[in-house]
């Protein structure tokens, strides 16, 4: 049964036989194609799958973009108010990887990514029976998988 997964966890990754990953810029190029393991895709998959990981990629362009509006307006705000506009880099760094690993964990990134898969697949038409026949699980990363 082939499945299409974006970002996989890592317990995604560790039953995945193969993956697929795009690197994508916001003006809809694809800049590098990775495919690793030993599942075979067509062509017209591979486009599939490529046009998903604009959409991804516009998705998340945008919303880096709202996130760092959003932090520069904090930043004014602290400047306004006379406190330090700064935020220490290695406390950030060491918080998110905090935050990551918990979601990990505990599965609640899980959730999230869950949606975006199901989403994913709407946008991708689901897997024809005839290739899930064929080949066995794939697995992705950046912006789209398999």
């Known amino acids: ?56 990629a516009q998705k998340l362009t945008a919303q880096l973009e709202k996130e760092l509006a959003r932090e520069e307006k904090e930043q004014q705000a602290r400047s306004r108010r ?28 899980g959730e999230s990514a869950a949606a975006a898969n199901d989403e994913m697949k709407d946008e991708l038409g689901g897997a024809d029976e005839k290739q899930a026949a064929e080949t066995p699980t794939e697995k992705g990363t950046t912006s789209t998988d398999k």
Request: glycine fraction near 6%.
């Open 1 to 56: 049964d082939v499945h299409v997964v974006i970002d996989p966890s890592r317990k995604e990754t560790s039953v995945a036989q193969g993956e697929i990953s795009f690197t994508v810029n916001k003006h809809k190029e694809i800049c590098a194609i990775h495919k690793s393991g030993g599942i075979p895709l067509r062509p017209s998959k591979i486009l599939k799958y490529a046009n998903a990981a604009i959409v991804q």
């Open 82 to 109: 006379g406190e330090s506009v700064y935020t220490n880099p290695a406390a950030a760094f060491v918080e998110n990887i905090s935050r990551v690993t918990q979601e990990e964990e505990t599965d609640v990134g």
